[in-house]
Protein backbone atom coordinates (compact mmCIF):
# COMPACT_ATOMS: atom_id res chain seq x y z
CA UNK A 1 0.00 0.00 0.00
CA UNK A 2 1.28 3.91 -0.96
CA UNK A 3 -0.06 6.43 0.88
CA UNK A 4 0.09 10.19 -0.11
CA UNK A 5 -1.37 13.22 2.17
CA UNK A 6 -2.68 16.35 0.54
CA UNK A 7 -4.69 19.38 1.54
CA UNK A 8 -2.04 21.30 4.10
CA UNK A 9 -1.38 24.80 3.48
CA UNK A 10 -1.42 28.26 5.17
CA UNK A 11 -4.42 29.26 7.11
CA UNK A 12 -5.47 31.95 9.56
CA UNK A 13 -6.74 30.60 13.39
CA UNK A 14 -10.70 29.23 12.72
CA UNK A 15 -10.32 28.29 9.39
CA UNK A 16 -11.24 25.10 7.86
CA UNK A 17 -9.19 22.54 5.84
CA UNK A 18 -9.51 18.73 4.61
CA UNK A 19 -6.96 16.88 4.44
CA UNK A 20 -6.56 13.71 1.93
CA UNK A 21 -5.11 10.37 1.75
CA UNK A 22 -4.86 8.67 -1.30
CA UNK A 23 -4.07 5.08 -1.03
CA UNK A 24 -3.17 2.73 -4.04
CA UNK A 25 -3.13 -1.01 -3.70
CA UNK A 26 -5.90 -3.50 -2.86
CA UNK A 27 -5.79 -3.64 0.54
CA UNK A 28 -5.85 -0.14 1.99
CA UNK A 29 -10.03 -1.12 3.11
CA UNK A 30 -9.13 -3.66 4.86
CA UNK A 31 -6.63 -1.84 7.29
CA UNK A 32 -7.54 0.73 10.00
CA UNK A 33 -5.91 3.74 9.08
CA UNK A 34 -5.38 7.26 11.09
CA UNK A 35 -3.65 10.60 10.82
CA UNK A 36 -0.76 11.70 13.09
CA UNK A 37 1.50 14.93 13.14
CA UNK A 38 4.64 16.02 14.32
CA UNK A 39 6.78 19.33 14.69
CA UNK A 40 10.29 20.01 14.63
CA UNK A 41 11.67 18.37 17.93
CA UNK A 42 8.76 16.53 19.31
CA UNK A 43 7.92 13.12 18.26
CA UNK A 44 4.80 11.98 16.02
CA UNK A 45 1.47 12.66 18.06
CA UNK A 46 -1.54 10.38 17.55
CA UNK A 47 -4.63 12.81 15.69
CA UNK A 48 -7.17 10.46 14.55
CA UNK A 49 -7.99 7.15 13.50
CA UNK A 50 -10.89 5.07 12.52
CA UNK A 51 -11.51 1.22 11.66
CA UNK A 52 -11.67 -0.30 8.63
CA UNK A 53 -15.43 -0.03 7.72
CA UNK A 54 -15.49 3.11 9.15
CA UNK A 55 -17.61 2.33 11.83
CA UNK A 56 -15.97 3.68 14.49
CA UNK A 57 -13.54 6.37 15.22
CA UNK A 58 -11.06 7.73 18.07
CA UNK A 59 -9.57 11.29 18.38
CA UNK A 60 -6.75 12.56 20.81
CA UNK A 61 -8.54 15.47 23.48
CA UNK A 62 -7.16 18.36 21.58
CA UNK A 63 -8.85 17.93 18.50
CA UNK A 64 -12.26 15.64 19.96
CA UNK A 65 -15.10 18.09 18.41
CA UNK A 66 -13.02 19.66 15.86
CA UNK A 67 -11.50 17.04 13.60
CA UNK A 68 -13.46 14.38 11.78
CA UNK A 69 -11.87 11.55 10.09
CA UNK A 70 -13.60 9.62 8.09
CA UNK A 71 -12.21 6.89 4.95
CA UNK A 72 -13.66 5.52 1.33
CA UNK A 73 -12.52 2.37 0.29
CA UNK A 74 -9.12 4.03 -1.44
CA UNK A 75 -8.95 7.55 0.26
CA UNK A 76 -8.96 8.78 3.81
CA UNK A 77 -9.60 11.94 5.06
CA UNK A 78 -9.07 14.72 7.63
CA UNK A 79 -11.68 17.60 8.16
CA UNK A 80 -9.96 20.51 10.27
CA UNK A 81 -12.61 23.54 11.83
CA UNK A 82 -11.70 25.88 14.10
CA UNK A 83 -8.03 25.35 13.87
CA UNK A 84 -5.84 26.86 16.22
CA UNK A 85 -1.77 28.06 15.85
CA UNK A 86 -0.91 25.13 18.09
CA UNK A 87 -2.43 22.93 15.24
CA UNK A 88 0.63 23.82 13.00
CA UNK A 89 2.39 20.72 12.22
CA UNK A 90 3.32 17.93 9.40
CA UNK A 91 0.26 15.80 9.17
CA UNK A 92 0.91 11.95 8.27
CA UNK A 93 -1.30 9.58 7.21
CA UNK A 94 -0.87 5.61 8.21
CA UNK A 95 -2.47 2.71 7.34
CA UNK A 96 -1.73 -0.95 8.62
CA UNK A 97 -2.51 -0.85 12.69
CA UNK A 98 -1.56 -4.10 14.08
CA UNK A 99 -3.28 -4.11 17.01
CA UNK A 100 -6.24 -2.31 14.42
CA UNK A 101 -7.36 0.80 16.02
CA UNK A 102 -4.02 1.97 17.35
CA UNK A 103 -3.27 5.51 18.69
CA UNK A 104 0.79 4.95 18.59
CA UNK A 105 2.88 5.47 15.89
CA UNK A 106 4.95 2.41 15.95
CA UNK A 107 1.53 -0.08 15.10
CA UNK A 108 1.08 1.31 11.46
CA UNK A 109 2.93 -0.24 8.83
CA UNK A 110 2.57 2.52 5.92
CA UNK A 111 3.04 6.03 6.32
CA UNK A 112 2.32 8.88 3.47
CA UNK A 113 4.83 11.61 3.18
CA UNK A 114 3.72 14.35 5.09
CA UNK A 115 1.54 17.39 4.26
CA UNK A 116 2.39 20.57 6.00
CA UNK A 117 -0.49 22.45 7.72
CA UNK A 118 0.40 25.82 8.86
CA UNK A 119 -2.43 28.13 10.79
CA UNK A 120 -1.45 31.57 12.39
CA UNK A 121 -3.04 33.66 14.63
Known amino acids: VQLQASGGGLVQAGDSLRLTCAASGHSFSAYSMGWFRQTPGKEREFVATITSSGSSTNYADSVKGRFTISRGKRTGYLQMNSLKPEDTAVYYC?????????????????WGQGTLVTVSS
Open 94 to 110: AAQSIPPFSTSPSSYGY
